[in-house]
């Protein structure tokens, strides 16, 4: 490890795509798979920050940011992600993970004389 993730957290992005067939399964079945889908990754909701998003891109029907103090942590929910429920409907097609910098201004102060 670095300096760097002492401090920081690191950041995943899974780019995702849904299958017509989750659609088709209607509110009701969205939602039972949904409440299956938040206990499979309850365990997670305190290391973890998520955040579904959308965009106009076709590419992708779901972007999902997590963030956590160890890569492993970004590991762990992805795998479960992959071997839960909603995993039959939604496909990770691309993950990139990264870390937070720190603010520019305090970064810089401890490199410079005091």
Same mark, same amino acid.
């Given at each position: 490890?670095?300096d760097?993730?002492?401090?920081n957290?690191?950041v995943g992005f899974?780019f995702?795509? @849904?299958?017509?067939?989750?659609?088709?399964?209607?509110?009701?079945?969205?939602?039972?798979?949904?409440a299956?889908? !938040?206990r499979?990754?309850g365990?997670?909701?305190?290391?973890? *920050?998520h955040?579904v998003?959308?965009?106009?891109?076709?590419?992708?029907?779901q972007? *999902?940011?997590v963030? !956590?103090? *160890?890569?492993?942590?970004?590991n762990?929910?992805? *795998?479960?992600?992959r071997?839960?429920n909603?995993?039959?409907? @939604?496909?990770?097609?691309?993950?990139?993970v990264?870390?937070?910098?720190p603010?520019?201004?305090?970064?810089?102060?401890?490199?410079?004389?005091g």
């Open positions: 490890m670095h760097l993730a002492d401090k957290k690191y899974l995702m795509r @849904i299958s017509p067939e989750y659609f088709a399964l209607g509110r009701e079945g969205i939602h039972e798979i949904s299956e889908h !938040a499979d990754l365990r997670f909701a305190k290391q973890l *920050t955040v998003c959308t965009g106009v891109n076709g590419k992708y029907d972007v *999902t940011m963030e !956590a103090d *160890t890569l492993e942590e970004i762990a929910a992805a *795998t479960a992600f071997m839960g909603k995993a039959r409907y @939604i496909e990770i097609v691309d993950i990139v990264g870390m937070k910098a603010p520019r201004g305090l970064a810089n102060r401890s490199s410079q004389p």
